[in-house]
């Protein structure tokens, strides 16, 4: 009889009182990918930590797991651990939080061999560079001169480095490109004989996995082969999550132009990394700019932010060269959870942009204001004295979108915001992203769901490699 490469019995876990997770079992056989969907915050990633024994001490883990060395019970964090890289991988939501940042990239990788005191296989590595599409050379590189599509990348490269049976991976394919995600996914699948795919994209899901679970609440709701999918016979939670989630047209913008950028050129490392960009930006627009990962649509938002200066290139706002003004431009930032101030709750988070300045509302009503818009993004749930520490990714997410709300900007730039979200989030925040422009904010919204972008964008501007021509721009869309 074939047995499981992993299997998980009576998985619970609770804070205090809260249970977050309550009796997940499942099996991972041999060749299978196990795909684990479910909406923001019902669990998914608390799952994959528990088999880890990367949750908190105040934690309560409850069941068992085993593995090819034997059965272990959850709640011994230490043991666990000590599996992590020989017999299990893990592959990170965000890849920005899981290097060191005063470490090179190549030493993220290699640390998968130090950690066992094994010497680092140098024709591995140059073996799942090519075949992940990253250059060697950017190895040396530290993570923050790496795009997150590349970085992920890396993160994948380490997890499967030392070919253990099974890799745990946390949305993969959340900040890479169609092609790469592909990509991701076939190295993932060729990387370990058994894989667990956390994720809420559920076209992903039933593309790779054999078998998808779904949570909701922290409860396992429905189970479903990969053949159900194509068949049209899937439980009737499942068939409810794929048809969540609708998102709001793109709208006619204005005529005020917000924003002309001529002939900019992006230079990252001293590389130029994509042929000069031109286009403007109207008051009300939403415009969309896709391309694969490390094309530096990440660093044009910093130019246009004025974090940083572009090689050669002029940006107008409103018609003349000058400095963003204060409160004029704000950033989305694709690592949301990254972008805030660990230490305040959320309601200070939300509500500074109307605590001074023309928006100042007075002390006693800015927690009301940060209340009001934490629940437009469906986060009325959350306590805001709450800290940014207890938010999952796609919660953090939502919660920059809230802030937004309140600032009223000129210029918004949006980078990958919507990328850790469930349908019905996702629909959700696009819905805040399109009211902020009918305020009359002009938005960049960088994207590698060219879908999604042609759904929810006035235009789109498609980035090419260099050697390619120029970018090309406004596809069909709305003008």
């Keep these: 009889m074939t047995l499981p490469l992993l299997s998980v019995t009576g998985l619970s876990v609770a804070y205090g009182s809260t249970e977050v997770l309550r009796d997940i079992s499942f099996d991972l056989m041999p060749g299978q990918a196990l795909g684990i969907l479910g909406l923001s915050g019902c669990g998914k990633t608390t799952l994959l930590r528990a088999l880890l024994g990367m949750l908190p001490p105040s934690a309560k883990v409850r069941g068992q797991m085993r593995t090819g060395s034997g059965a272990i019970a959850l709640s011994n964090r230490a043991a666990l651990r000590a599996r992590l890289g020989r017999e299990i991988g893990f592959v990170a939501q965000n890849p920005f939080d899981a290097c060191a940042p005063l470490r090179t990239v190549r030493a993220h990788v290699e640390e998968a061999w130090r950690a066992h005191g094994l010497r680092p296989d140098a024709a591995r590595i140059a073996a799942l560079c090519a075949q992940l599409g990253l250059d060697p050379a950017m190895l040396d590189h530290y993570p923050h001169e790496w795009s997150g599509g590349m970085l992920q990348r890396a993160n994948i490269a380490a997890a499967v480095a030392l070919a253990p049976p099974v890799v745990l991976a946390d949305e993969p394919t959340s900040a890479v490109d169609a092609d790469t995600a592909a990509a991701v996914m076939d190295c993932l699948r060729a990387g370990a004989p058994g894989t667990v795919i956390v ?59 917000v924003l002309q950028a001529t002939d900019l050129v992006l230079v990252r490392g001293g590389r130029q990394l994509a042929p000069p960009l031109s286009f403007s930006l109207r008051a009300g627009e939403i415009f969309g700019v896709a391309g694969r990962s490390g094309l530096g649509k990440s660093t044009l938002l910093a130019v246009l932010a004025g974090h940083l200066p572009a090689a050669r290139g002029t940006v107008l706002r409103d018609g003349v060269a000058r400095a963003p003004r204060n409160g004029e431009v704000l950033t989305l930032f ?60 796609g919660q953090g997410q939502r919660v920059t979108l809230a802030r937004a709300s309140l600032a009223a900007p000129r210029l918004v730039l949006a980078d990958e915001p919507t990328s850790a979200l469930d349908p019905q989030q996702k629909a959700r925040a696009l819905a805040g992203l399109s009211h902020l422009a009918r305020k009359g904010a002009a938005i960049v919204f960088v994207s590698h769901d060219t879908t999604l972008l042609d759904a929810v964008c006035n235009r789109v501007m498609q980035m090419q490699p260099l050697g390619c021509g120029r970018s090309k721009q406004e596809r069909g869309l709305i003008a």
């Design 334 to 393: 694709q690592d949301a959870l990254s972008s805030m101030n660990p230490r305040w709750p959320l309601s200070r988070i939300v509500a500074e942009p109307v605590t001074t300045g023309p928006l100042r509302v007075p002390p006693v009503s800015q927690t009301a204001a940060a209340c009001m818009a934490l629940a437009e993004f469906g986060l009325s749930h959350i306590r805001p004295d709450a800290r940014p520490g207890t938010l999952s990714t």
């Design 199 to 257: 994720s809420h994209d559920l076209p992903l899901v039933a593309r790779y996995a054999d078998q998808v679970l779904l949570i909701e609440e922290g409860r396992i709701t429905a189970r479903a082969p990969r053949t159900a999918f194509a068949a049209g016979r899937l439980p009737a939670p499942l068939q409810d999550f794929r048809e969540s989630g609708t998102l709001p047209p793109a709208r006619p913008s204005g005529t005020d132009v």
